[in-house]
């Protein structure tokens, strides 16, 4: 059984790649390209799980394929991504202030499925001597219910990821 996380870094990358800003997740398995435009780097730098009901108890609810009640259980998760736009070193820092500009807009209507975006901050724009780039750091939190379904028999399905958007 998993807990659901094992995807949430390329979740938000696909999300910002959607929205015109080209992201990477942090460290991958294969190699970096060396890139000449700025790039959203994805990584996950805190995590914060609790409950999300009494005993994690988040209600039931009606399988349509099945025809089958079924429980969930749940608990809430914040989430928080580290965003940090890098560009080339002979790139200007509009280059990135559009950039982030778009990532602004592609977090502040909506953000990834299944992740509410509470927060979403940056820092200034400047030369980072260790990746030898102009840098500028960003992050958004987000909170998001990772819950679980127990079908009739009192077997688990599998975790699922979801939001927590107030109407």
């Given at each position: 059984m998993s807990a659901g996380m094992e995807q949430i870094r390329a979740q938000m990358a696909e999300h910002l790649n959607s929205h015109?800003?080209?992201?990477?997740?942090a460290w991958p398995d294969s190699g970096r390209t060396e890139e000449d435009r700025v790039v959203a780097v994805v990584s996950l730098r805190g995590c914060q799980v609790g409950p999300a009901g009494f005993q994690n108890y988040?209600?039931?609810?009606?399988?349509?394929?099945t025809g089958l009640w079924q429980e969930r259980y749940g608990r809430r998760a914040r989430l928080t991504f580290g965003l940090d736009l890098y560009a080339p070193k002979q790139g200007s820092g509009q280059q990135v202030q559009e950039a982030f500009d778009r990532m602004a807009g592609a977090l502040l209507t909506g953000g990834p499925a299944g992740l509410a975006v509470e927060e979403f901050s940056c820092g200034e724009t400047g030369?980072?001597?260790?990746?030898?780039?102009?840098?500028r750091p960003a992050q958004a939190?987000?909170?998001a219910i990772l819950y679980e379904t127990v079908?009739?028999?009192?077997?688990?399905?599998?975790?699922?990821?979801?939001?927590v958007v107030k109407p």
């Open positions: 015109g800003v080209v992201a990477v997740t988040l209600g039931e609810r009606y399988d349509q394929e030369y980072d001597p260790e990746s030898r780039r102009l840098k939190v987000c909170t079908r009739a028999g009192g077997e688990f399905v599998d975790f699922e990821l979801r939001g």
